[in-house]
């Protein structure tokens, strides 16, 4: 069999999975770095290259240095996060640990960026999402991991403020109602990256066994003769030996 020209060499395999298993949710150990122009301009472009429904490529990058914004920002996350706690207020316990958390580097990151969807680029009719209009959005979130994994490639952290008002950054960053803030992101260079991701060393919530979520030709059947080779080889594996 001939192999593909672009096909790849086990240690480029190697470096691909190695990026995914080492990607964090960074919120915490921001260094005062200044991100390079040249690695900016590479890993918004890496996001930039992801798939998109009917390639819309419905995506803008909204790059925030400006500590006064970044305040802004920070007294909006101050305020939801006051309304999640209230939200627990019965769980003293399941309360503390919530307030124990880091949640967010906005201030202490090297700088934001906020990630936007604009269903009217390239007109009302997009290829693919005349059925499931949402397809729009995930294009966007296909952005978001890409970005993860070249910021994670380039040794940059980066985390995704998600208990925040849509409403408030669309008002700071004077976004156009037609479009949707998806995410805003913290990302600088840190001091380490942890071993395991902080809400699952924390105890929030444990990681699931892949077993579990896997299923068989339809919802929740985890047994099949069909697959027995696949189960098998899920079953028997042990993933944190190969993530590490």
């Known amino acids: 069999m001939n192999t593909p020209q672009n096909s ?40 930039h290259h ?4 009917g390639f819309s490529q419905p995506w803008d990058f909204i790059l925030v240095g400006d500590l006064k914004i970044r305040e802004r920002i920070k007294q909006s996350f101050l305020e939801e996060f006051q309304k999640s706690v209230r939200m627990i207020e019965s769980d003293q316990e399941r309360k503390h640990k919530y307030t124990s958390l880091k949640l967010e580097g906005i201030l202490e990151s090297s700088m934001n960026i906020c990630i936007t969807y604009d269903p ?18 995930y294009s966007v979130c296909c ?6 994994l070249a910021a994670r490639a380039e040794g940059l952290g980066m985390g995704w403020v998600s208990i925040i008002s849509n409403s408030k950054i669309r008002e700071i960053l004077e976004i156009p109602e037609h479009v949707s ?26 990681r699931l066994n892949l077993e579990d979520v896997v299923c068989y030709e339809k919802w929740r059947v985890r047994k099949s003769e069909k697959w027995a080779e696949a189960r098998d080889e899920i079953a028997r594996t042990d993933f944190n030996k190969v993530v590490k």
């Open 181 to 206: 803030p998806i995410a805003y992101l913290c990302i600088g260079y840190v001091s380490e990256f942890e071993e395991t991701p902080d809400l699952e060393r924390s105890g929030w919530l444990p």
């Open 120 to 137: 009217e680029r390239f007109g009302p009719f997009v290829l693919g999402r005349t059925s499931i209009s949402e397809t729009g959005v």
């Open 8 to 47: 790849f060499v086990q240690y480029e395999k190697d470096a691909v999975y190695k990026v995914i298993f080492s990607r964090r949710d960074v919120r915490a150990k921001f260094l005062d770095k200044k991100i390079p122009g040249n690695i900016l301009a590479r890993i918004l472009n890496a996001a």
């Open 50 to 53: 992801a798939p998109s429904v």
């Open 143 to 148: 952005a978001i991991q890409n970005l993860w």
